[in-house]
């Protein structure tokens, strides 16, 4: 069985597609930039935040970026309690029994540590989940392997060991580049053909399927 399974977590644990469409919105209107549409907005999901800004508008001035930021932590604070995130069908319970088996389960996620401690948390995952890693914990985020290769060294795994899973391409491309098994999920925010052209060693459908391929 493997070792350490390294879950993404925005369309692949908790479905947050409409909370982090509608924040980005709302902050393109206060900030006087053109409203983009939802597959525009989804398509950056699973980047960091700036990197996310830049990549809907690449024209931004680099000295308007942390007025963004600002003004994007504002609305989702605001937002979240209004659009409270669910976790994706069979979640808990899969989480629940790859622990039981002996998985160890964490999380790496190009969103911020607080903001996952804190979701984790609130949907009761994080008895599950054993290490957290954030956007700030790295230097270089998703695509780039660090995420998942300081995951392995600070828990002492090797790269064989491990399955990445996440619903993004970003997110099979970090997994492979740390030399790791990787696992698209097409019920988040891409699709399986999307999820097999990055390299994907395996697509599912369903979050319960992990325990068949583990």
């Given at each position: ?94 989480l629940a029994a790859l622990v039981e088996a002996g998985c160890r389960c ?105 325990l068949r391929i583990v």
């Open positions: 069985m493997t070792k350490l399974i390294i879950l993404d977590f925005d369309g692949t644990l908790a479905d947050t597609r409409e909370l982090i469409v509608r924040t980005n919105q709302e902050v393109q209107r206060q900030m006087h930039y053109p409203v983009l549409a939802e597959a525009q907005i989804v398509s950056t999901i699973g980047l960091p935040l700036k990197e996310g800004i830049l990549a809907m508008f690449p024209e931004l001035p680099q000295e308007e970026i942390p007025a963004w930021v600002v003004t994007y932590r504002a609305v989702f604070d605001q937002l979240k309690k209004q659009i409270i995130p669910g976790v994706f069908p069979h979640v808990r319970e899969t964490t999380v790496a996620s190009s969103r911020g540590t607080a903001s996952l401690t804190d979701f984790l948390r609130d949907m009761g995952l994080a008895p599950c989940i054993s290490y957290v890693l954030g956007a700030d914990d790295v230097k270089r985020a998703k695509p780039h392997p660090e995420p998942v290769l300081k995951t392995l060294k600070d828990l002492s795994i090797d790269a064989a060991d491990a399955l990445v899973v996440g619903d993004m391409p970003v997110d099979i491309q970090m997994g492979l580049g740390a030399g790791a098994h990787t696992c698209g999920v097409t019920y988040g925010n891409s699709n399986r053909p999307a999820l097999l052209a990055a390299g994907a060693h395996a697509v599912i459908d369903d979050f319960a399927e992990l």
